[in-house]
């Protein structure tokens, strides 16, 4: 159970402070600081432009039109002046919001883009441990929905938030100059509008917070359900899997509702607070007009500021929805980024030089979980050069000890070295170049065949073309549309197992590695293709070392050394002749892969009857 990190346990999520969240966020920022300070003048300019309107408004009722004293004449060309005035500052205030918005746009997208590339190399340095008790919809949550609120949060808060503040004292500093007994009226709602704000902020914290946590089981359950759509319809389980999404998205709606109830609330009260400010103003600036103590311009003015005053805090609680949402998602995105790698990549060990690449598994203990082990006091010499077959039953450990020898997982006792090397001396890096890795299952990249098999290797197409005619893999890509240039994955061209097989040998053939695995390599495909194919790899890799998985009598006769496991442990080894004369564990495993192999037969010929 990993409840720190609050995948297991979603109600384990790991509290995070606003402070420490903050400077974490602000962290990413390093590198814009002369575009944010560009932002913040230019927040000066626009907070400045956008004061002037109702002073300007002022000057224009109590000097020209409420002016009866001064030549009409006059009045209409100081209205003229000031009406052109306040159309400029109009004017300012669209154009330098504008360039505000494009420059915060611009770091809130680089930051987020920074976030991304760096919790996503994160991610890739993980352990295969982490991968397998976190699922993938949640993990796929991180880098999307949760770093796209923080992005909401940059361009469409920090723009108007440093506007507000600046707009909020501004409007503070001119009431006071104005009137400062109507001023001191209308101080009176700001601490209960601050005061309702901060408890507001703590409950939609939480809310917010529950509602990613749903969101993120949510995904996770979707992306599960359509990768294994299969064999949710083999087995009829579409109504109890509709049933398990109703639940889910139940419990979305909820947290959901209770988040809007919460803004419901909010908002109407900001709009009470600021029509009673209103109404209060007007009453007590109508009174002080009457006794000539206050100005029909400056009770305008007045209005107008409290408006702009007021207008911020009845948009705050949309603000703070975005705000309390994006520190939710950075709370969820840092807990990801601080999740230790258990085993370090090691980038910094000096290459190890390796000429004869012997493998030793030496008093090997190992289990997924400490309490129940899967390898045990395990100890097993592939001698250099020669090619090792692993069999057993599924569960005896073979694919563990291929795990164990990439460094997918740390061994709790024991050692496993390369040419007396321990493979905790190398880097990661390294270790994995050394070694090439065919498994059952292929990843297929959204791209074209030929750069599927070239990946990293630098491989020219004539090369390709060669080692795909050589191993007599070159039909295959004969039947595709475009050759090596078909797209293929998500999309694209789609392969049959057997081809993604093919893909996968073609891949490890570029590659060239000292050590070659394969893990039921040749499952899918078929007799005639897999001989040619284990010719063409004896003759390639003649001399390296191999560790091969197979079930298939064929595959397993070719190797030098067979190994038989049972539950952890290696109870019979030998050649091929010699297991099959001691009639014990090998053999039986070889008696049992005849019946299926006879029974699959007889019953295809039944069936083409």
């Known amino acids: 159970m990993r409840g720190d990190f609050g995948y297991e346990e979603e109600g384990h999520t790991r509290n995070i402070g606003d402070g420490h969240l903050w400077k974490r966020i602000v962290g990413y920022t390093r590198g814009y600081s002369l575009a944010f300070v560009v932002a913040v003048f230019l927040s000066l300019l626009v907070t400045g432009a956008m004061l002037a309107q109702p002073w300007l408004m002022r000057i224009g009722i109590d000097s020209y039109i409420t002016a009866i004293d001064i030549p009409t004449a006059e009045r209409l060309g100081g209205l003229t002046s000031t009406a052109l005035w306040y159309g400029l500052m109009v004017g300012l205030v669209f154009v330098l919001s504008f360039l505000q918005v494009l420059l915060l746009e611009y770091i809130g997208q680089s930051v987020m883009h920074a976030i991304r590339q760096d919790l996503f190399g994160h991610l890739l340095r993980l352990d295969l441990v982490f991968f397998n008790t976190n699922p993938t919809g949640r993990l796929v949550t991180r880098l999307t929905n949760d770093v796209q609120n923080m992005h909401e949060m940059f361009t469409s808060v920090l723009v108007t938030l440093c506007n507000d503040f600046l707009r909020l004292a501004g409007i503070l500093i001119a009431l006071f100059l104005m009137n400062a007994r109507l001023a001191l009226l209308m101080a009176i709602f700001v601490p209960i509008t601050i005061g309702s704000t901060i408890i507001f902020a703590r409950i939609a914290r939480e809310k917010f917070r529950a509602i990613r946590t749903q969101l993120a089981k949510l995904n996770s359950f979707l992306s599960e359900t359509i990768s294994g759509i299969a064999i949710l319809q083999v087995f009829n389980r579409e109504a109890a899997t509709h049933r398990q999404f109703s639940n889910l998205n139940q419990g979305y709606l909820q947290r959901t509702l209770s988040q809007i109830r919460l803004f419901g609330t909010f908002m109407p009260f900001i709009e009470l607070l600021s029509t009673s400010a209103i109404a209060l103003i007007l009453y007590y600036g109508g009174s002080e007009i009457l006794k000539e103590r206050l100005s029909v311009g400056e009770l305008v003015a007045f209005l107008a500021y409290m408006r702009l005053f007021f207008q911020p805090l009845r948009e705050l609680s949309q603000k703070f929805s975005i705000v309390q949402s994006a520190l939710a998602s950075a709370e969820r995105i840092f807990q990801l980024r601080d999740t230790v790698v258990e085993i370090p990549p090691g980038d ?218 049972h539950q952890g442990r290696i109870v019979e080894q030998g050649s091929h002749n010699e297991l099959m004369a001691a009639q014990n564990h090998y053999y039986q495993l070889i008696r049992m892969d005849i019946q299926e192999t006879t029974g699959t037969e007889q019953s295809r010929n039944t069936n083409s009857k």
């Open 348 to 565: 910094g060990l000096k290459e190890c030089k390796i000429s004869r690449s012997e493998i030793v598994f030496s008093k090997v203990t190992f289990g997924y979980e400490q309490e129940n082990t899967i390898i045990e006091d395990l100890s097993l010499t592939i001698a250099a050069g020669k090619t090792v077959a692993l069999v057993g039953t599924t569960g005896s450990g073979k694919t563990t000890l291929v795990n164990l020898l990439l460094r997918f997982y740390e061994p709790q006792k024991g050692q496993i070295t390369i040419d007396g090397i321990p493979i905790e001396h190398f880097s990661l890096h390294q270790l994995r170049n050394l070694i090439g890795v065919v498994l059952q299952d292929a990843l297929i990249l959204q791209d074209s065949l030929l750069a599927n098999i070239v990946m990293d290797t630098g491989k020219s197409r004539e090369e390709v073309n060669e080692i795909m005619t050589r191993t007599g893999m070159q039909r295959f890509v004969e039947k595709l549309p475009q050759g090596l240039d078909t797209i293929i994955g998500e999309g694209g061209q789609e392969l049959s197992t057997g081809e993604k097989q093919l893909l996968s040998f073609a891949r490890i053939l570029c590659r060239n590695p000292q050590i070659l695995v394969l893990d039921e390599a040749t499952a899918a495909i078929d007799t005639a293709s897999e001989n040619i194919l284990e010719e063409a790899i004896s003759d390639i890799f003649a001399g390296q070392t191999s560790l091969v998985i197979a079930h298939r009598l064929s595959t397993i006769r070719r190797a030098d050394h067979i190994v038989v496991m």
